[in-house]
Each structure stands twice: as C-alpha cells, then as structure tokens.
C-alpha cells in the first residue's frame, strides 16, 4: 500500500533534455568568403584595366610620334613637347628659284622668302610667336619644296577649336592674329587648309567633317586678316575634312585636327594659279583631251 504513493510521484516528474548546438570554426560553410572573394577578383580586374589604359595611350603616343617622322623625314620639326623635334631639312628646289625678272617688284614688297636661309628666317619667327604664346606643343614648321608648311593642331590636352565648332579658343585666335601680323611683312602667297578627324556627325546629311574644316579654314583666315594680314595675299582657303589625317593608325587622332599654312614659293603659286586659271589658248592633244595654255603668269604683285 505504501508503495503506490510513490510510484505515482514519479510517474508525474518530466525529464527535459536541453540540446546546445556548438559550431566549430570547422563546421562554418557559409557564403560569406565568397562575396570576400569576388570583392577581391573585381578590385583586381580593376586595377588590370587601368594599367592596360595606360599602356594603350602611351602606345599611341609612341605610334603618332612615329608616324610624324615618317611623314617629315628629312624635314624640320622646331618645336620641342609633345611631338619629335626634327632636324631642320632644306629641300635643293627651294634654293634653285630664278632671280627676280626685270620690271618685278623688290624690296619688302617682293617674295621675298624663296631660298632656305630665308625660309630658316621665317621658321624662327614663328617659333618665337609659339613660345610667347605658350602653344609651341601645338605647332609644327616644315620646309618642302612649295614653301614653309605651318600647322598648328590639337593635342589631347588642348584643342584650338571648341568641340564641333569653328569657334578658335582665345589663346589659339591670338596667335593667329599675331601670325597675321608675321606674313603680312612676308609677302608669300598664302594657304589656309583645314583638317578634322575622321569622327562622323550624327547626321551627316545635314553637317559633315567637310563643312566643318571649311569653316575653321575660313574662321582662321580672319584671324590672319584681323592682324594685317592682306586679303589678296591669300591665295586660296579650303577644307579637307579627314582625307590627309597626319596620324593614319588613328584617324580620330588629336593630331588629325589642324589648321595649315602653307607660304607658297613663287614657282609653286604659278603653278597653282595657272591650274585654276582661265585658259588662254587651248590645243588638241589627242581624240578628247585638249593641252591648256595658260599665257597670264602670276606676277609678284598680283597676290
């Protein structure tokens, strides 16, 4: 009898069994070190890519400065920077112009700049006027046999004209209105060229590399003018768009967009007045093709 008393106590105790569960830092197979992982694998890609940009621009510097001394070899670069600096190259058929013809005007008046003494002249000028304005990385001077080719370009740092426009920056119209100044005392005949890069506009239809370098020729030319330039000194101003790039490895190239000016000797203005002057007598050459005479030579006062 008195054991059924205690029987029933035990039967009303509950046993409670607590499991803790302790992970080990082995047992942690999360996926928080992954993302770790990827952070590092991004940040590392990142750092690959800038050091492969920084390769690729010093490429194309290498491949500009290179393709600069193939189109002036044997020519005169006279300005150190940005481009080669080039030993200066006279070329024999600027020394072999024929002298003045009697009745031809002389003095300050005449064209005067004909031989390569003179045109080497010239070229300290104009290295002058790039240094005082402190744009001698944007200009390069050669002597060919036509006269002294005068380009004045972009680098990527600066650029002459606003982008798409034909609106000069200030410093680069001041040199040219200074440049003016120079070859008004020069008396050469004068060409204004102007280059793009090979960039299409968006509607081309409309607007073109064409208008554009058209327009930064004429916009240069009365940048010459305001500086005294005389207008009949010009002998003609064109735009060549992208069709003689000066970096033919990148035709959107910095480089490629440039102004020229080109003093022309007296036997290279000739030539180029009598291919785009009138005819004056006209002969049969053969079936269809005719042999044009041009009898009105350029004379020196006549530009």
């Known amino acids: 009898m008195s054991e059924t008393p205690a029987k029933a106590g035990r039967k009303q105790q509950e046993t409670i069994v607590k499991k803790v569960s302790r992970r080990g830092h082995h047992d942690d197979h999360g996926g928080t070190w992954k993302v770790a992982f ?65 009745g031809e005007l002389s003095g300050p008046d005449r064209l005067g700049y004909e031989s390569g003494e003179e045109l080497k002249q010239l070229a300290a000028e104009v290295e002058k006027l790039g240094r005082d304005a402190n744009l001698q990385n944007n200009l390069q001077a050669v002597m060919t046999p036509s006269g002294l080719r005068v380009m004045l370009h972009d680098t990527h740092r600066r650029g002459i004209f606003e982008l798409g426009s034909a609106l000069p920056e200030r410093r680069f119209e001041e040199l040219m209105r200074r440049m003016g100044e120079l070859f008004a005392k020069v008396g050469n005949p004068l060409l204004v060229v102007g280059h793009t890069d090979a960039v299409p506009f968006r509607d081309p239809g409309m607007r073109s590399n064409w208008h554009l370098s058209a327009d930064r020729a004429m916009a240069a030319r009365n940048s010459l003018l305001k500086g005294g330039m005389p207008a009949e000194r010009l002998l003609q101003v064109v735009g060549m768009a992208d069709r003689a790039p000066l970096d033919m490895a990148d035709p959107r190239a910095a480089l490629n967009r440039r102004i020229e000016f080109l003093l022309l000797t007296r036997q290279r203005a000739r030539q180029l007045v009598q291919m785009f002057g009138t005819p004056d007598e006209v002969k049969p050459l053969i079936d269809g093709v005719d042999a044009v005479h041009t009898t009105k030579a350029m004379d020196a006062g006549d530009v």
Request: hydrophobic share 45%.
């Open 38 to 102: 990827a952070d590092f694998c991004l940040a590392l890609l990142c750092l690959f890519m800038v050091l492969w940009v920084l390769g690729a621009r010093d490429e194309q510097e290498t491949r500009i400065k290179l393709a600069i001394s193939a189109i002036y070899d044997r020519s005169s670069g006279i300005f150190d920077g940005d481009l080669p600096h080039l030993e200066r190259s006279v070329v024999d058929p600027l020394n072999s112009q024929p002298p003045p013809r009697e």
